[in-house]
Structures are given as C-alpha cells and as structure tokens.
T-cell receptor, first 117, second 115 residues
C-alpha cells in the first residue's frame, strides 16, 4: 500500500543535542510538509517542500531545518532541541494533478513523538 | 482571513448514540474541506473530504458530513457511536490562493464515548 512512513516513532534526545527525524513516502507526491503538534493542539505547519522548492513558515524558529534529497525522503533537523520542542512531529504529503481536490488532500504519516530530557 | 471553528473542544456521547461534531469555516469562496481523526500517539487519518459533486459526503468508519454553503458549515455525523470512535477529530480547510495547498485546522474536538 502506498503510504507515508516516519522513523523513528519515538525519539528521546537530550537538551541541546541535535536530532534528525525522517519521513519517506511511496505515494510519489510532489509536496511534503512538516508539522509540529503539541498536546491537545492542532498541528502547526513548520515548512513544506513543493518538489525541491523549500517554503518556510514565518514563525518557524531557525532551530528547525529541513532537507529533501529526493522525491521520496524528507528530513527534519532540530539543531539544538529545547524542552519546548518536545512534541509530536507529523509529516504529510499531497499530490499534483488536474483535480483541485487531489492537490489539496494531505496524507499524514504516523508521527514521531520527540521527548527532550 | 480564512478561519475554521470547531464548536466544543470536548464532546461526550453514549455508545450507540448519534455523534455530531461541528465545523464552520469562513470563506467567501467555497473551500476544500476535510475531516481527520487522530488516535493517541498516531498521525492524522483522513475520514472524508468534500467534493463539489455532492453536499453529503460519506467517509470511513460510518462517518459522513454535510456541506451547507448557506451556513458555511461542514458538520461530521455518525448515527451510532462505537467505543472505538473515541479520538480527536480535526476539521481542515484549504483553498486555492491561500498559499501552496496549506491547511487551516480547527482546534479539534475530543470525542469521548461512554459505555
């Protein structure tokens, strides 16, 4: 089945120690998104890629970076995690096509729960 | 500015009772509308999405939603709640011109199903 995969599902890191979260997709979608979701809140968009074009949200801290080496993979790098960065990180994808609904529908991975000690 | 309102951050229903989760959007142009479900420590699973072909949309797990343009609403319903429906539900809106296919999420509604 075509899907969005996130690894690891649970990640524990130490305060200030860099961490990388991984997302891969078999949907061959052009757009990939990274969201941060804190407890009892809606997901908050950090940035997204349209193909190789990187689009950063204005309020995303510089501590968060992303890489997309190819269509299938996207990484979220947190350079110096703080306690406030503990959250669920969600990757999502959306496709292209003539249908607007196809372009606008996002498919989410299972998420990575990040704990910062 | 585009916004999405989900009335009721917590909703409790008895098992077998009707589920009604409310979503209202503000947009001068009919948007693309979605409902997602999120179980604890899981990602968001697409329940259903609005297509202009029909105002009543059927989704997975017995859920459906009705688009009412006059009320700018897209409420989610299920005739009979099951214990496994206990989860967080998010309404989301997207439309052309908002910025590349970005979602505006509602604040979410946590559904509790009572035995």
């Amino acid at each position: 089945d075509a899907m969005v995969i996130q690894n690891p599902r649970y990640q524990v890191t130490q305060f200030g120690k860099p961490v990388t979260l991984s997302c891969s997709q078999t949907l061959n979608h052009n757009v990939m998104y990274w969201y941060q979701q804190k407890s009892s809140q809606a997901p908050k968009l950090l940035f997204h890629y349209y193909d190789k074009d990187f689009n950063n949200e204005a309020d995303t801290p510089d501590n968060f970076q992303s890489r997309r080496p190819n269509t299938s993979f996207c990484f979220l790098d947190i350079r110096s995690p703080g306690l406030g960065d503990a959250a669920m990180y969600l990757c999502a994808t959306s496709g292209t096509g003539t249908s607007g609904l196809t372009r606008h529908t996002q498919y989410f991975g299972p998420g990575t729960r990040l704990t910062v000690l | 500015a585009q916004s999405v309102t989900q009335l009721g951050s917590h909703v409790s229903v008895s098992e077998g009772a009707l589920v009604l989760l409310r979503c209202n959007y503000s947009s001068s142009v009919p948007p693309y509308l979605f409902w997602y479900v999120q179980y604890p420590n899981q990602g968001l699973q697409l329940l259903l999405k609005y297509t202009s072909a029909a105002t009543l949309v059927k989704g997975i797990n017995g859920f459906e939603a009705e688009f009412k343009k006059s009320e700018t609403s897209f409420h989610l319903t299920k005739p009979s709640a099951h214990m496994s429906d206990a989860a967080e539900y998010f309404c989301a809106v997207s439309r052309d011109g908002m910025g590349t296919y970005k979602y505006i999420f509602g604040t979410g509604t946590r559904l509790k199903v009572l035995a």
